[in-house]
């Protein structure tokens, strides 16, 4: 049986079937107890005080507090309210988060999950609005997840609070605040780590889209349709680990790849996937690789401004018709 | 404030034995054996020994890079300590860690390389245990130094604010890394900030083990009954350098002359020959015993296997797989 959920609701629910099931799951974060953006809404009613936590703003120190407490025993979900302020957690993520399990010889996991906002749109300006995903991938030992649909998102949410593995779920403004809808299944599911999905078939170009630029790109598929561009786009769903398979198999049908993402095109998402397309599927390739991102400057506040900023189906089409 | 013989006795063992195995360590140095970086805690065993002494089993310590002496007072083994020192595979770490010791066995979760990024741990695993209602404690071990980083801060407020079992005990050694306190603090003391907290606080001789020991005790027993963290910051003098690569122009001759006079080992073992607890004869065969124990330790570690290239990609992930 499917029912309708928001990707709001989709979060919440997650976390909610989590703490139900296992008594180690509670969750921190600045104002969890009411949700700043209503992911965690609820969650004390039903679970008390005790198991939603709200912190002091630290959020290198609370990040560090999730990492004691799943040192010894617990399973916290971290929420981070703005992925811009992550970085203020950057010692934790990148330094020893990932790194824990290996440095202690596997004596300690450390499983937690932080979840984060991504995304601009909101003329929020340069310190709310980020999309910092890549910041992350030199870090290892990271799960790195981001969900586009709300179907996705519970699923993923699930396996992410299991995972022995710390994650970080990354979930788009648009999508939280947007009122975005989907099905999902009545009955309990999970969705394993590092397998893409295909959002539309297609025969003439690769895009892989991560994110909200999923729907970006799916617009784009619509318009290129009027001109007989047949473009195939792949929703990846965790960026660490890639199913590069799913990839690999539909450039070796198409010979074009585009990558898209909301983050910034230096070092960026499609810059470690144009990487891999230039070593792994090189004489695969028809075209070059293009790269859609958003350019090297900060976000403005200015709605024109922002507008201009932010990639969208037309940057997408046309890089699309500049591999033809 | 006075040990009964057998536990001073014992202490006394494990600071010897922290000695041996930093001198060791020292002496493998400068012989080329070795490239470990060192950070001695020479003139500190009473402190280090004396803080983890009174813990549980089940209780977490979180140490620091100064030394051994937190990590064998827990119960760490030199066995341990050196065949993960010299990164062998069956080392605690698998050799991955070397100086970031780390003992599941013993409830020590590891060591940061990046100085006080652990200080939340502490108020983590503390927040765990009572969330399990379990009497757990955590005792979180750091230099005066450390006590700038800025999760100090949050850390302290949090432990503070949720009442939570973990004792913060800062080993005031004079340093941090090649200046003297003054250069790092605005005040005398590093304690004084607990009250800013509303978190009791103590301020102790770091040279006495019976003192450092009894009031740690008393803060694990604050802890532990439910009333809430407890800070107490030890004053001790850094006899040792601050590691391997130290110029070193920079300490005060009169201060190593005034607290060398004043050497944790030496007064312990005074207070024992004094109660008549231990004869010179029996001082000479403990430190034989205690230099066979790290020297074998040694040896056993040189011959212990080496990892290979498989291991450096295993545990990264709880499954290989996803790399
Ligand atoms: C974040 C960070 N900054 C600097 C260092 C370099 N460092 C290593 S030990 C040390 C001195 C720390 O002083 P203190 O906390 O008093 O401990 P002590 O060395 O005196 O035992 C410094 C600065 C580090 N390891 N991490
Ligand atoms: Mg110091």
Redesign the interface.
């Known amino acids: 049986m499917a029912k309708t959920i928001s990707f709001l609701q989709a979060i919440n629910e997650a976390m909610a079937e989590e703490m139900r099931r296992d008594s ?1 799951v ?1 969750v921190l974060g600045e104002d969890v107890r009411i949700g700043p953006f209503g992911q965690t809404a609820g969650l004390v009613k039903e679970f008390g005080e ?2 939603v936590l709200n ?2 703003i ?1 959020e ?15 399973r916290p979900v971290l929420e981070l309210m703005f992925c811009d302020f992550t970085m203020l957690a950057m ?2 993520i990148c ?2 988060l ?1 790194q ?10 450390v499983p937690i999950t932080i979840r984060t906002a991504v995304g601009a749109g909101f003329r929020m300006a340069y310190g709310h609005s980020q999309c910092l995903e890549s910041q992350l991938l030199q870090a ?2 990271l ?1 790195l997840v981001e969900p586009s649909t709300p179907h996705d998102a519970k699923g993923l949410l699930k396996s992410a609070i299991r ?3 710390p994650v970080v779920f990354f979930e788009h403004k648009k999508l939280i605040l947007g009122g975005v809808e989907g099905e999902a299944p009545e009955e309990e599911y999970t969705i394993p ?2 397998e893409a999905v295909i959002r539309k078939e297609g025969k003439d170009v690769t895009v892989v889209a991560f994110g909200f630029m999923v729907y970006e790109a799916l617009n784009a598929a619509q318009e290129l349709a009027q001109e007989d561009i047949d473009i195939e786009v792949i929703d990846p769903r965790t960026i ?2 890639l199913d590069q398979d799913t990839i690999f198999e539909s450039v070796e049908k198409t010979g074009r790849l585009v990558t898209v993402e909301e983050g910034r095109i230096r070092g960026g998402l499609g810059a470690e996937m144009a990487a891999l397309a230039c070593g792994d599927y090189f004489s695969l390739l028809k075209a070059p690789v293009q790269r859609i991102a958003a350019p090297m400057v900060p976000i403005p506040g200015s709605p024109v401004l922002e507008d201009l900023y932010l990639p969208n189906k037309d940057s997408i089409v046309r890089a699309v018709k500049r591999t033809l | 404030m006075s040990l009964e013989n057998e536990k001073l006795l014992e202490l006394y063992r494990k600071m010897l034995l922290v000695r041996a195995i930093e001198q060791t360590h020292g002496k493998l140095l400068q012989e080329g054996k070795i490239q470990l970086m060192s950070h001695f805690g020479t003139g500190q065993e009473a402190v280090a020994i004396g803080v983890a002494g009174p813990l549980r089993q089940e209780d977490i310590l979180f140490g620091t890079h100064r030394g051994v002496g937190e990590y064998i007072g827990k119960g760490m083994t030199a066995k341990d300590i050196w065949l993960e020192y010299l990164g062998k595979k069956t080392g605690l770490c698998k050799g991955k860690g070397t100086l970031h010791l780390c003992d599941r066995k013993v409830n020590i979760p590891g060591l940061v390389s990046s100085l006080g990024s652990d200080f939340s741990y502490a108020v983590g695993t503390a927040l765990s245990a009572k969330m399990s209602k379990t009497d757990q404690v955590t005792l979180y071990f750091v230099g005066e130094g450390t006590c700038n980083q800025a999760d100090a801060h949050p850390s302290m407020c949090m432990a503070a604010l949720w009442k939570l079992p973990v004792v913060f005990a800062v080993c005031t050694n004079q340093f941090c890394e090649f200046a003297y306190m003054d250069e790092h603090y605005p005040t005398e003391d590093v304690a004084i900030r607990a009250a800013g907290y509303g978190m009791p606080y103590d301020i102790v001789d770091g040279q006495d083990i019976e003192t450092t020991y009894k009031v740690t005790e008393k803060a694990i027993e604050h802890a532990r009954n439910g009333k809430g963290p407890y800070l107490v910051e030890y004053k001790t003098f850094r006899m040792a350098l601050h590691h391997s690569g130290d110029p070193g122009e920079y300490v005060k001759s009169e201060d190593l002359e005034k607290w060398g006079k004043r050497d944790p080992i030496d007064l312990c073992q005074k207070k024992l020959q004094d109660r008549g607890i231990l004869t010179g004869e029996r001082d000479q065969e403990l430190r034989k015993a205690v230099q066979t124990e790290v020297d074998s330790a040694v040896e056993e570690a040189f011959s212990g296997p080496d990892p290979t290239v498989d291991d450096l990609f295993e545990d990264v992930y709880a499954q290989k797989e996803v790399i």
Do not use: C, L
Not at chain 1, 60 to 74: C, E, S
């Open positions: 180690s509670f005790e198991r912190t002091p630290a290198n120190a609370i990040t560090g507090v999730a990492m004691g407490a799943a040192m010894n025993g617990g010692d934790q330094n020893h990932g824990w399990r290996y440095i202690t010889g596997n004596q300690y996991a290892p030992g799960i995972s022995d593995d780590f590092g660490v680990p």
